[in-house]
T-cell receptor, first 112, second 114 residues
Framework: DQQVKQNSPSLSVQEGRISILNCDYT??????FLWYKKYPAEGPTFLIS?????DKNEDGRFTVFLNKSAKHLSLHIVPSQPGDSAVYFC???????????FGKGTHLIIQP | NAGVTQTPKFQVLKTGQSMTLQCAQD?????MYWYRQDPGMGLRLIYY???????DKGEVPNGYNVSRLNKREFSLRLESAAPSQTSVYFC?????????????FGSGTRLTVV
């Protein structure tokens, strides 16, 4: 059973507008949530993270929101730029060393 | 540049052949991981090493073995390759596992088994 779900395989947004990527999880033991960005033929690169004791974390154009009661998090990118076109993975960890659990990813396409 | 280095970048194997994927990091990270990525499946954990001298199975360990050679190196071995192991393999490492610290990934090994 999938513990981290990204229900939108793709998302198209106009340049300059806000991109909102969503992620849901089922495991209430997850303590930390991370977003990764991946370009074709490259490895994923870390973007931003949030601890379960927070509800918002901001880094430049990127903000992650966490709603623990709904087991939902979202990544906001404002304003969206052409270089943001990539696959975005949501990931979570329960605080142990046993790795990250990933969603299936959302392909973000920024239209000029 | 500091980071995670994977070799080879591409490999084609025949069914039944064996090979070892190499991974090395120079960031003094404690924990290392092997993931595979298949179309529409996201990244799935194969094996991990929480610290030097330890290894554990992840979500999809069947058909693989690993060796944590030292703190820097973590290799993944396919003893008898099968077409179902055609995938892109990523190695990752982190200093503080289980925290909000990001993992650093290598650029991947694209493996095709025919």
């Amino acid at each position: 059973d999938q513990q981290v779900k990204q229900n939108s395989p793709s998302l198209s947004v106009q340049e300059g507008r806000i991109s909102i990527l969503n992620c849901d999880y089922t495991n209430s033991m997850f303590d930390y949530f991370l977003w990764y960005k991946k370009y074709p033929a490259e490895g994923p690169t870390f973007l931003i993270s949030i601890s379960s004791i927070k509800d918002k974390n901001e880094d430049g154009r990127f903000t992650v929101f966490l709603n623990k009661s709904a087991k939902h998090l979202s990544l906001h990118i404002v304003p969206s730029q052409p270089g943001d076109s990539a696959v975005y993975f949501c990931a979570a960890t329960g605080g142990g060393a046993d790795g990250l659990t990933f969603g299936k990813g959302t392909h973000l396409i920024i239209q000029p | 540049n500091a980071g995670v280095t994977q070799t080879p970048k591409f490999q084609v194997l025949k069914t039944g052949q064996s090979m070892t994927l190499q991974c090395a990091q120079d960031m003094n990270h404690n924990s290392m991981y092997w993931y595979r990525q298949d179309p529409g499946m996201g990244l799935r954990l194969i094996y991990y090493s929480a610290s030097e001298g330890t290894t554990d199975k992840g979500e999809v360990p069947n058909g693989y073995n690993v060796s944590r050679l030292n703190k820097r190196e973590f290799s993944l071995r396919l003893e008898s390759a099968a077409p179902s192991q055609t995938s892109v393999y990523f190695c990752a490492s982190t200093f503080w596992a289980g925290t909000e610290s990001g993992y650093t990934f290598g650029s991947g090994t694209r493996l095709t088994v025919v």
